[in-house]
């Protein structure tokens, strides 16, 4: 099976820090032909749904990881995903090139997470925590991580992942949405800070407080 | 360097430390266990990166994206947001409210300042001696009771009514 990564493979030693606006790495005006984010954008500005079809695909991974960890559930970030697409091509002509579109796009889909969470609550019991692809155990780099982390516990994966997101969900939302950016979709603190409209010395303190938390939750796997 | 400015430029580094950092971390123990933890955990957040959708995920959602969209354009730059209509409709019942409760308020006030007790223009007579006195009055009171003291050990009480002219029946203690 050919693998889609949801965030780029951390086996790969590719970096997966900062939103890539074009895959041509683009800046100057758009030309025909062009598929680098700006271009698409103006396209899809003007009512070209191809267009915008393209950025949905070319963004869904990272959007879709952001909504899963949000929420933690494959189902509701899905329909969260569709969600923030649709709205972000609503609210398209908005986008002013002052941020990169995947920035914007972020923001929308952190600000959709929050909100639904406040809407659904905690739903204790409800939350899936059994969405541990069979897949990844598979995973060469994801078994060596883990046995890595576990060598005297001999834990069971499964349990070491269901520590883990019974750990990520006990945080707030808005620290959490601060985990997953940077810890696990790797964005550093300055693009956190633009996605989330705050200073940077805000996201620091709260990945900081975060840490805290989830190192006393989780301090038999750091020995 | 300082353990105390090592670890916050090594915070602050975002994980790239320089040179002076790494020094420090070098020579100081404590402060390299601590990075050490810290680097373990994020090491341990990072398995939730093997967690992917499934592989039909991203069409499935941009089928549907494109069914909702198709046919329309992004909305002009003046439209409000969906949440921005909520807000303002949230504000004007606010502010309608406010406006409904200061008037109820208003009126009031105007009312008990109309009810003010003329006292003045109440005056007393016999009715039947064995019931007491009756208080005639063509002036409105508050609706606070009164006590007027006639003569010395004498006391009348009377309540309110609430229309013009108002009839008091005023007992007399015995
Ligand atoms: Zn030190």
Known sequence: MTRRGLE????????????????????????????????????AQKGDTHAFDQLVRRHFDRIYGLLYHMMAHRQDAE????????????????????????????????????TALGRRGRR????????????????????????????????DRKELQARLNEALQALSDTHRAVVVMHDIQGLPHEEIARVLGVPVGTVRSRLFYARKQLQSALGEFLE | ?????ARRQWWESDGKPGPEVAEHLARCPVCADLVHRQEALAELIRLKRFERPDEAAVDRVARRVELAIRGTRPRPVWWPEPETVVRWAAVAAAAALVGWVGRVILVRMERAARDEPMVGSIRAEPVRPSEGLQLVGDASTNPAQLRLRLAPGEVMEYGTGGTRPVRWTVEVEP
């Open chain 1, 8 to 43: 780029p493979d951390p086996s790969s030693g590719r970096s997966s820090s900062e939103f890539s606006d074009s895959p041509t790495g683009a800046g100057g005006p758009a030309t025909s032909g062009d598929s680098s984010d700006e271009a698409l954008v103006q396209r």
């Open chain 1, 79 to 114: 329909d969260l995903a569709q969600t923030v697409f649709i709205r972000a091509y609503r609210s398209l002509r908005r986008f002013r090139n002052e941020s990169s579109f995947g920035t914007w796009l972020y923001r929308i889909a952190v600000n959709a997470a929050i």
């Open chain 1, 124 to 155: 204790v019991g409800e939350v899936s925590f059994d969405d541990l692809d069979a897949e990844v155990e598979k995973d060469k780099a994801y078994v060596q991580l883990v046995s890595g982390h576990t060598p005297r516990l001999e834990l």
């Open chain 2, 1 to 5: 360097m300082n353990c105390e400015d």
